[in-house]
């Protein structure tokens, strides 16, 4: 079986080079040919340039396509996949045409399985994680309130004036400020229009003690059933989100006023303008660190105090590996490619998976590629 990478961006290398390098058959496609020479040419890999057409010739029945492209291009090629009787992965959000996608997965026997990067990935498996070991608790009732956050971001090291360096996709950041979401708080669900409307405080729970910005990011209601809450649980609070070093909202008001008056074609043209002074005025010079902090905790309350809660805590930044970014995303797409060829993931269209024996694994290994990762118990 041939696993067929497709796409060599900034945050696909440590994964790629790891498939490489634990002897898989791996054949690795880019538009440009010349950028996944310098991402894997070291290693020998088979390199060719990237095109639907071209993938799908290649794909044999059994094979594995990832797709590190942006997201609009995932269906196609899982569609492509389905023609050929190969599997799917893909780090991104299961968008509604992937997941019509399901029962033609089913049928044909196959596996799509996504949302196995950083944020969506690794939150979801710990968030899985955390809550099989509520529900095995001397702790667990089912009249105890809930409360559920996750808060994941990317931010620089070494602290600039702008608050964030861009190791994604600029004008992919720029656009997730446009989105709306959706959250549980207090009882009530709460709406917001823009991330900036509802940025709140998060004490982190570090070795060190630290502060950041936080904001609620797309909608967090589905996940609920995802990380398989029980529709009769009392949940107080849910909360899916971004997390920013403090300073950030200050830093960054300007952008969210022009971000409100755009609109329409020009808006767009605006906002990749945008990107693209932002990402020439702050990017990573070369060898300098990035961050990546996540912080995925669930707590239940019985009268009025805490009978579990526990946190899972990551802190991660660049080194002689490489970005932080890179590794956290890519690294965990190259578990679900082992699993699927291992046949450890079902047939049909998923996200993370919550098996408890991948959940160990994955977690384990996770541990190897962040500086500080821990659970813990606060009572």
């Keep these: 079986m041939t696993i067929h990478w497709c796409g060599t961006g900034l945050s696909s290398g440590p994964g790629l080079r790891r498939l490489i390098e634990t002897g898989h058959k791996v054949v690795v496609w880019n538009r440009t040919v010349e950028k996944a020479q310098e991402a894997v040419g070291d290693l020998g890999a088979d390199i060719r340039a990237y095109s639907l057409e071209a993938l799908a010739a290649a794909l044999q029945p059994g094979d594995v396509a990832i797709s590190m492209l942006p997201a609009d291009q995932h269906v196609a090629i899982a ?4 023609d050929k009787g190969a599997h799917f992965v893909s780090s991104s959000y299961i968008a509604p045409e992937m997941k019509a996608l399901d029962s033609a997965f089913r049928e ?24 099989a070991r509520y529900r095995a608790s001397k702790a667990y009732h089912v009249d105890n309130v809930i409360s559920f956050t996750s808060y994941c971001g990317g931010v620089p090291k070494i602290p600039n004036p702008f608050r964030y360096k861009f190791s994604w996709a600029p004008l992919g950041v720029l656009k997730a400020l ?4 959706r959250s549980l708080r207090n009882f009530a669900e709460l709406r917001v229009n823009r991330p900036w409307d509802a ?13 950041f910005e936080v904001y609620p990011n797309r909608d967090s209601y589905p996940f609920m059933e995802d990380y398989r809450f029980d529709p009769d649980w009392k949940v107080k609070d849910f909360v899916r989100g971004t997390i920013r070093l403090n300073g950030w909202e200050a830093a960054w008001t300007p952008v969210f006023r022009e971000i409100e008056t755009l609109e329409g074609p020009s808006g767009d043209a605006r906002l990749a303008e945008m990107a693209a002074q932002f990402v020439a005025e702050n990017s990573y010079a ?6 990546v902090i996540l912080f995925v905790s669930l707590k239940a309350e019985r009268d009025g105090r805490p009978v579990f809660h526990e946190t899972w805590a990551m802190d991660a930044w660049g080194d002689a590996r490489g970005s932080a970014m890179a590794r956290l995303v890519s690294t965990p797409v190259s578990f679900a490619v082992e699993s699927v060829l291992n046949r450890e993931i079902a047939v049909g269209v998923h996200a993370a998976p919550h098996d408890p024996k991948l959940l160990k694994s994955w977690l384990g290994q996770v541990r190897g590629l962040a500086q500080y990762m821990e659970r813990i118990e606060h009572i």
Excluded: F, K, W
């Design 108 to 131: 044909a026997g196959l596996v799509s399985v996504n949302e196995v990067g950083l944020d969506p990935g690794i939150d979801h498996v710990m968030a899985h994680d955390l809550v």
């Design 79 to 82: 569609q492509t996949c389905l």
């Design 286 to 291: 070369p060898g300098e660190p990035d961050r």
């Design 178 to 181: 446009r989105s709306p979401s």
């Design 199 to 211: 940025i709140t405080r998060y004490d982190a729970p570090l070795p060190q003690p630290e502060s």
